[in-house]
């Protein structure tokens, strides 16, 4: 009889233990999704979109995948709202680059190409966005010095022309081709011009 109960104590705790565990990640994934909706929701607010191109952002619908049903928009999967690809390129979009990207940390391409977004970079992208591979935020009126984007240690395409950039290039930024910086007039540094 003391070994069934022994047994049936054990059975109880695992199956308590599996639930916990269960529902952990069903928390974490509830405030990875929030935090994505809040990434969207604040990238949004921070442009001035004319001609109504993220109409579909509407964020009435918070359910699980359905900010993978927005324009210009790419989740891990179409379960999860987890963005990996923000892609709104060549939509006259108006603006700066949102501190809302801090709550996209899943974000691994961010491509805002051919719009009118203005203002700088900010020093904190790498950090709020750890697994970056791809920016493009070319053809744009960006102005300012280029931060050291080497922390994202993930990037392997960069392309920064056609701005109004100025300064030197970032150091860790010379393997990227001259390119990827071409098209800012107030550009020096490797792989451009001497300072």
């Known amino acids: ?13 695992i199956v308590v233990a599996v639930f916990f565990c269960i529902q952990s990640s069903s928390v974490i994934a509830q405030v990875v999704a929030e935090d994505d909706l809040k990434c969207l929701r604040g ?8 001609e109504s191109k993220l109409a579909s952002w509407n964020f009435n619908n918070i359910t699980s995948g359905s900010i993978c049903t927005f324009g210009f928009v790419v989740c891990w999967n179409d379960l999860e709202n987890r963005v990996i690809t923000l892609n709104p390129t060549n939509l006259g979009l108006a603006g700066t680059i949102s501190s809302a990207l801090q709550f996209c940390g ?6 805002l190409s051919g719009n009118s977004l ?12 750890p697994y970056l591979v791809i920016l493009d935020l070319s053809n744009n ?4 010095e280029i931060p050291d984007l080497s922390k994202c240690v993930f990037l392997n395409t960069l392309l920064l022309s056609g701005n109004r950039f100025s300064g030197p290039i970032p150091p860790g930024l010379s393997r990227f081709n001259s390119s990827s910086f071409e098209g800012n007039d107030g550009l020096c540094g490797k792989p451009l011009n001497k300072c």
């Open 1 to 13: 009889m003391a070994c069934f109960r022994s047994i049936f104590h054990s059975v109880i705790l």
């Open 141 to 144: 009126q960006l102005t300012g």
């Open 118 to 129: 203005t203002g700088s970079i900010p020093n904190e992208l790498c950090t709020w966005t």
């Open 106 to 111: 899943s974000l691994q391409s961010l491509i």
């Open 43 to 50: 990238v949004k607010d921070s442009l001035h979109d004319p």
